[in-house]
Nanobody
Framework: QVQLVESGGGLVQAGGSLRLSCAAS????????MGWFRQAPGKEREFVAA????????YYADSVKGRFTISRDNAKNTVYLQMNSLKPEDTAVYYC????????????????????WGQGTQVTVSS
């Protein structure tokens, strides 16, 4: 069982930066790929970024590639999302998620690949 708690959201001006953190409980964190998703009002939850269990491979949505960086620290049971050059269209609730199966990246770019979700943290980018 993995429990996830996000933090680091807030209000920032366009062009600014934020770093989100996701702290995980449990002793299996290092076995699970991790992802970040976001959901804007009236829209579907969409994939943002993912990282495999070792941190050796990362994956990004085209809309954030080159601006966002996902990383993890398995010693601290934490995954991060560094967000730079933020745009108003990045405004959303950001969710952290852990892959449903250990040592798997199956469907890592879709909601179906994840079995555990945090409660979300709001990110608002003003123009």
């Amino acid at each position: 069982q993995v429990q996830l708690v996000e933090s680091g959201g807030g209000l920032v001006q366009a062009g600014g930066s934020l770093r989100l953190s996701c702290a995980a409980s449990g002793r299996t964190f290092s076995r699970h790929a991790m992802g970040w998703f976001r959901q804007a009002p009236g829209k579907e939850r969409e994939f943002v970024a993912a990282i495999d269990w070792s941190g050796g491979s990362t994956y990004y949505a085209d809309s954030v590639k080159g601006r966002f960086t996902i990383s993890r620290d398995n010693a601290k049971n934490t995954v991060y999302l560094q967000m730079n050059s933020l745009k108003p269209e990045d405004t959303a609730v950001y969710y952290c998620a852990a892959a449903a199966r250990p040592f798997s990246i199956v469907a890592i770019g879709t909601k179906g690949g994840y079995g555990y979700w945090g409660q979300g943290t709001q990110v608002t980018v003003s123009s």
